[in-house]
C-alpha cells in the first residue's frame, strides 16, 4: 500500500486505463513500484498516436475519432488464393456497397484482377439514394466493365448479370465457337469485402442455397465453384479487406455499413461519427424516427445521442440516458434503411 501512494496520481490515470483493456496484466501493474510503472511507460503509450480533439461526451478520454483496424490471418491467405486462382477465370465480378462504392472496393483486390473483364454490382442499391447510384454507374463503367445495380436479398437485377457476362464475353465465346467447341464453360470469380452480399448473391444467381450467407462479416472461408447458367461457373472467395485504412474515413464508412465486426470497436464513438453525417443530411426519414426539433440537431453529435436515447425511452437507473443501447439502435436502423436512402460518398466530377 505504500508503494502505491508514492505512485503519481497521473499513473493511476493511466494503469486504471490499462486494466480496462488489458485485464489482470495490467491490474497487477497498478499494485507494482513506481520505477516499474515509470518502465511501462513506453508501453502504454505505443498502441495509437494522441488525438487531435477529445470528445466532451461521457467518454471524456476518448478521441472523436477511432483507428480502425481489421485484418485476420485467413483474409492474407484469401489474397494470396485469389492470385493463384485468377488464371482459372475468364472473367471477375465485383460486389460493392452502393452506398459505399470507393470505400467497400479493396484497392488491392482490384490490382490483383486488372485486366480481367468485370461485371460490378451495385448491391444494396434499394438502400442508397437513386440519383447517386446513376453517378456511379457512368463512373464506372468502362470497356470491359459492365455496372449492374441490384438488390441481393430481393434479387432485383440480378437477372441482367448473365447476359452482361456474354455480352463482355462475346468475343472469347466466339473464338471458342470457331474452333468447334459449341458449349465451353466460361468461368467467372465473384469477390467483395466481408458482408457485402456475395453469397446471397451467388444463391440468387444459381437458385440454389449452398452459399452460406450471414449478415455477420467474414463467413464464407473456403473457394467454392457454383453454376450460375448453362455455360457459366462461378468460383466464390471468402470477403477480404485490406491490412490498413490509410483514410480512417474508409473504415468509418466500412464500419457504420456492417462490414466490420461491431465487436471490435467502440460502437457509441461510432454511432457519434455517423450522427455527424445524419445531421448534415437531415433526411426526413432521420428527423421523423427520432422525432427531432431543429434545436436538437444543433446539439454537439454526443448530446444527440443522448437526446435519442431519452425519446426513445432508453433510460438506466437514476433516468440517465442509455447511450450504448441507443448508439446499437441507430447503427441497425441506418444498416435496415430506416433513416433514409443514403449514400456516403460521390464519384468525382
Known amino acids: 500500500m505504500k508503494k502505491q501512494r508514492n505512485i503519481p496520481k497521473k499513473n493511476y490515470k493511466q494503469s486504471g486505463r490499462l486494466a480496462q483493456k488489458q485485464g489482470g496484466r495490467s491490474g497487477a501493474r497498478t499494485k507494482s513500484s513506481s520505477a516499474n510503472a ?24 476518448t478521441p472523436h475519432t477511432q483507428n480502425i483496424q481489421w485484418f485476420p490471418g485467413h483474409m492474407t491467405k484469401t489474397k494470396r488464393q485469389i492470385e493463384r486462382d485468377l488464371h482459372m477465370v475468364d472473367a ?4 460493392l456497397d452502393a452506398r459505399i462504392p470507393l470505400s ?11 485486366g480481367k473483364p468485370r461485371v460490378i454490382l451495385l448491391n444494396k442499391s434499394d438502400m442508397a439514394d437513386k440519383q447517386a447510384t446513376k453517378k ?4 464506372l463503367s468502362g470497356e470491359k466493365a459492365r455496372v449492374i445495380p441490384v438488390d441481393c436479398k430481393s434479387g432485383r437485377g440480378v437477372e441482367k448479370f448473365v447476359p452482361a457476362l456474354k455480352e463482355l464475353l462475346s468475343e472469347k465465346i466466339d473464338a471458342y465457337h470457331k474452333k468447334g467447341m459449341l458449349n465451353p464453360t466460361m468461368r467467372v470469380m465473384i469477390v467483395g469485402i466481408p458482408n457485402v452480399g456475395k ?9 440454389k442455397n449452398k452459399a452460406v450467407a450471414s449478415d455477420r462479416p467474414g463467413v464464407t472461408r473456403g473457394n467454392q ?11 466464390d472467395t471468402p470477403g477480404v479487406l485490406w491490412p490498413k ?3 480512417q474515413t474508409v473504415g468509418e464508412r466500412l464500419a457504420f455499413t456492417g462490414a466490420i465486426k461491431d465487436n471490435i470497436m467502440d460502437i457509441e464513438l461510432l454511432a457519434i461519427r455517423l450522427l455527424d453525417l445524419l445531421k448534415e443530411l437531415k433526411t426526413p426519414a432521420f428527423i421523423e424516427r427520432y422525432s427531432l426539433t431543429d434545436d436538437d440537431l444543433s ?4 448530446e444527440l445521442l443522448s437526446i435519442i436515447a431519452k425519446h426513445r425511452g432508453m433510460l438506466i437507473s437514476g433516468g440517465e440516458a442509455d447511450t450504448e443501447r441507443a448508439a446499437a439502435a441507430i447503427l441497425d436502423e441506418f444498416r435496415a434503411a430506416k433513416l433514409g436512402y443514403i449514400t456516403l460518398e460521390f464519384p468525382a466530377d
Open 92 to 95: 471477375v465480378a465485383e460486389i
Open 104 to 114: 467497400s472496393r479493396n484497392p488491392d483486390i482490384a490490382a490483383l484482377t486488372a
Open 299 to 302: 446539439q454537439p453529435s454526443h
Open 225 to 235: 465453384w457454383f453454376t450460375v447458367a448453362k455455360g457459366f461457373e462461378m468460383l
Open 136 to 139: 456511379w454507374i457512368a463512373a
Open 199 to 207: 453469397s446471397t448473391f451467388i444463391n440468387r444467381i444459381s437458385k
Open 38 to 61: 515509470t518502465a511501462a511507460k513506453p508501453l502504454r503509450q505505443k498502441p495509437s498516436p494522441k488525438p487531435k480533439k477529445p470528445m466532451k461526451a461521457a467518454h471524456t478520454d
Open 245 to 247: 485504412f490509410d483514410d
